[in-house]
């Protein structure tokens, strides 16, 4: 699938519409990586841990904190422009930490959500705003901490909130004015498809929240959405049934918002899974055919391949060393369920309750043809009990506590496909709380947040440690490379900093 957007650029949160985080920059390589080093940090003044990816087009860099946003010089990180904006009041969850993983850039226009889920378009050349929409209805238990997605004139956005009993949706707006172009409800109404599983109004509180930027395939004009957990996350004694469309990969009309098709992860999910994990999409050889395909890293512990032209499940492939919620998967691609689930007392639950693994990026580099991720082992105590929906309150009807009789551990992963087996496994040292992502390059290089703080470049190919920088900070966020005037970078925000690399 070819790409429309600038060798050199990173004009989108994943880089480009495949989810790859790929760059084919090669001037940074293997032999000459050890020699990288800071050449300048941006601070983005007390906003918190930062979970964004920097967007940089026509060598602007453009990043956001919380509700601000800055334009950047890419080459030195001397601010153009700074829009800001007060943080929201009464908010809860996710929502109440502000968090703001990116922008969408079009023509001279910058798009970013808020945290109480307004999108701003601002002039790309001056930080003016230009309009503000609020999206949701104003229930204070909607959030956004998403970058939005531009594709074919049109700002693709998500909600957050599935935690605290939304009724999720994914959006588009006229890019130009702002009006609303279309809305797909995650969770079926009333006579709707699916519907079986939302008795009474509980449609309305269901869950199933977008909150991670899809994928595009302009050649099959298809958009490609996760949507998160059903609600209450633990219990779900009150909506039975497989939970539509909870724990998806949807596969949307982006003229319209018409699912084309749709894939369940988790059907009934009772773990908080989710399958916002970003759906990135590979054309090559697969089983002797050439084949347009999705590969996902789901957090319930399994890594899964499907026919991304009509959803077809292909292959399951378990890459969590802690699974107990299921046997695998079954021949049409559905979970073959344990009797393991939250109760009152509390229940041993692996993957735990951020999962296997979770919305920082993987990555996938066509010359190596492996796919790159980092992977959680560990398990939590998961309880359940009912709870009645309220607004302005948390429903998760309970939830998990990290497991305290065994420390977890992540490991970075690169998957072939060919095989269904892992090429290399490169196990961290750290406390197994790091949250950040994975990018790779044309130059046979795999760049990542490790577990110790540390940002890390391995060889792609035998995932050997070729360099480090310690960064001093907790990474929450996923790497990206850009070049200016013909010198290649490579970006990570750590802490409430962005570091920015290069060769001498």
């Known amino acids: 699938m070819a790409s429309a957007f600038k060798k050199g650029e990173w004009p989108t949160y994943n880089g480009d519409y495949t989810g790859k985080r790929y760059s084919g920059l090669t001037q940074i390589t293997p032999d000459n990586v050890k020699q990288l080093r800071a050449v300048w940090v941006f601070h983005s003044r007390n906003a918190g841990t930062l979970e964004v990816t920097p967007v940089v087009v026509n060598g602007v860099m453009y990043v956001t904190a919380s509700n601000d946003a800055y334009a950047l010089n890419a080459e030195d990180g001397q601010i153009l422009w700074h829009y800001s904006r007060p943080v929201s009041d009464g908010l809860i969850d996710d929502a109440a930490g502000h968090i703001n993983r990116g922008v969408a850039v079009w023509g001279d226009r910058l798009y970013m959500e808020t945290d109480n889920a307004h999108l701003l378009c601002l002039d790309a050349r001056s930080g003016h705003l230009i309009w503000d929409i609020a999206y949701t209805d104003g229930n204070k238990n909607y959030g956004a901490t998403s970058a939005p997605l531009m594709v074919k004139g049109k700002v693709i956005v998500g909600t957050s909130g599935g935690d605290d009993g939304v009724r999720g949706f994914i959006a588009a707006f006229d890019a130009q004015t702002g009006a609303e172009v279309w809305r797909r409800w995650t969770i079926p109404a009333p006579g709707e498809f699916g519907s079986s599983s939302w008795p009474g109004n509980l449609y309305l509180h269901g869950g199933g929240a977008s909150w991670m930027p899809g994928t595009f395939d302009p050649e099959l004009n298809t958009l490609y959405w996760g949507t998160g957990n059903a609600a209450p996350d633990y219990d779900g004694t009150g909506r039975p049934g497989d939970d539509l469309y909870t724990a998806c990969v949807l ?6 918002g018409a699912i084309k098709w749709y894939f369940q992860f988790t ?6 899974f989710d399958g916002v994990e970003t759906p990135v999409l590979v054309d090559r050889i697969y089983d002797g055919q050439p084949r347009k395909l999705l590969m996902e890293a789901n957090r319930n512990g399994f890594f899964y391949i499907l026919d991304r032209t009509n959803g077809k499940f292909l292959s399951a492939t378990r890459f969590a060393e802690k699974l107990n919620w299921a046997k695998g998967i079954d021949p049409q691609g559905r979970p073959i369920y344990t009797d393991v ?8 639950v692996c993957p735990g309750e951020v999962g296997a693994s979770n919305w920082y990026s993987p990555a996938y580099n066509p010359g190596t043809q492996l796919f790159y991720f980092l992977a959680l082992d560990e398990c939590s105590v998961n309880s359940s009990k009912p709870q009645e929906f309220e607004e302005g309150k948390e429903f998760y009807a309970t939830g998990g506590r990290r497991d305290p009789n065994a420390k977890g551990k992540k490991r970075l992963m690169a998957f072939d496909a060919s095989t269904h087996s892992f090429a290399w496994i490169y196990p961290q040292v750290g406390n197994a709380q790091s949250w950040g992502g994975v990018m790779t390059t044309a130059a046979g290089l795999v760049f990542f947040a490790d577990d110790a703080n540390s940002f890390e470049a391995v060889d792609a190919r035998t995932g050997k440690s070729l360099w480090h920088f310690n960064t001093g ?5 996923s790497p990206m490379s850009y070049a200016v005037n013909g010198k290649q970078y490579v970006a990570i925000a750590a802490g409430d900093d962005l570091f920015t690399f290069a060769l001498p």
Do not use: F, I, N, R
Not at 251 to 256: A, C, E, F, K, V
């Open 251 to 256: 596969g949307l009309d982006p003229d319209t």
């Open 473 to 477: 900070q907790p990474q929450h966020a």
């Open 267 to 272: 059907p009934h999910d009772l773990y908080d």
């Open 341 to 348: 689930k939250p109760t009152a007392e509390g229940t041993l």
